[in-house]
């Protein structure tokens, strides 16, 4: 099920204390009947702190060097309440994350618990047996408790094979929800929306502002959707996951689009000119040196690869 979504935000001040409560508590300081009281000051207070609870996942992403071992110092102890309030500040705005989607930001990508880099890939696999897959340039949490799995996708691309297992199998986006039906599927994130691919059984998605409005996709299919709506259902195209191969494979895409693609595996800007932006590309391309892709691209199709710096390059018709 997803879950409800409080009507009034949190005041500041509760979170804060909610927040020092938390690090107490780790550290062994905290005085157990204080907290009782505390909590059962305000029905605010008791809201804030089952708050902090359903946030597991995230609490977990603060770095090493905050964790419980090094809480020992008064400075630690606020450095790390600091970050556990930045948490709770924006989930307690009056948004669920089960129900409207993650409200993602950049601080939330920095502190991810699983990130890659631009051109690095990551398997992982699940504390429940599940096989997660994690594209380039990709940033998310994994939160599992008793009631429910849950993935917290910030930005990226992922592909997850679920296990069996009676909790919900979630993935949070900023744009809205899905709920894995015992599937194989991808999700894909991006500032402008996010796509759900289905490789096996089904998934259930819904958009972040419109929580009451349900899709569901059978396997082969694909949807494009945003907080406020969805694309039509699309059959999902042929190599979907080359990437697993560290192969991207294109047929007949505009350079635009194989180049925005290419982009996303190196580190700094890389665009195409307007120029040529159009001219269709139909080829196999190897995701582990993007620059010798570029070359070999160049070479067989007129073009050419003007570097500004090393990290901003544009690919533009080869001068004559």
């Keep these: 099920m997803f879950g409800p979504s409080p009507s009034i935000p949190i005041a500041r001040k509760v979170l804060a204390a909610a927040a020092h409560w938390h690090v107490e508590r780790q550290c062994g300081s905290a005085d157990p009947a204080a907290l009782q009281a505390w909590r059962d000051a305000s029905a605010e207070h008791e809201r804030a702190w089952e708050l902090l609870q359903r946030m597991d996942g995230q609490l977990g992403a603060i770095p090493s060097a905050l964790a419980i071992p090094a809480l020992q110092a008064a400075q630690q102890r606020r450095r790390a309440a600091a970050k556990i309030l930045a948490l709770l500040v924006a989930a307690g705005g009056g948004i669920a994350l089960g129900q409207a989607g993650l409200q993602s930001g950049p601080w939330q990508a920095l502190t991810a618990s699983l990130r890659t880099a631009p051109g690095q890939r990551r398997h992982v696999t699940l504390a429940d047996g599940g096989r997660l897959e994690v594209n380039t340039d990709s940033a998310l949490d994994v939160a599992c408790s008793a009631t429910h799995r849950r993935i917290r996708l910030h930005h990226g691309e992922i592909i997850i094979t679920t296990a069996p297992d009676p909790r919900p199998f979630l993935v949070d986006t900023p744009h809205g929800v899905i709920r894995a039906l015992g599937t ?27 929580p009451d409005a349900l899709r569901r996709l059978e396997a082969g299919q694909q949807l494009r959707f945003s907080a406020t709506g969805a694309d039509d259902v699309q059959i999902m195209p042929a190599h979907q996951d080359s990437w697993l191969r560290g192969m ?53 199709h007129g073009l050419q690869v003007t570097y500004f710096t090393r990290y901003w390059a544009t690919v533009a018709a080869r001068a004559t």
């Design 184 to 210: 194989r599927f991808g999700v894909r994130c991006d500032g402008d929306g996010s796509t759900v691919s289905v490789y096996e059984h089904a998934v259930e998605v819904r958009c972040a502002a419109r």
């Design 248 to 300: 991207l494979v294109a047929a007949d895409w505009p350079l635009q689009r194989l180049v925005r693609e290419l982009a996303r595996y190196r580190r700094g800007r890389l665009v195409c000119d307007a120029g040529v932006a159009r001219r269709p590309v139909t080829g196999t391309y190897r995701l582990d040196d993007i620059d010798a892709v570029l070359e070999s691209l160049c070479a067989s």
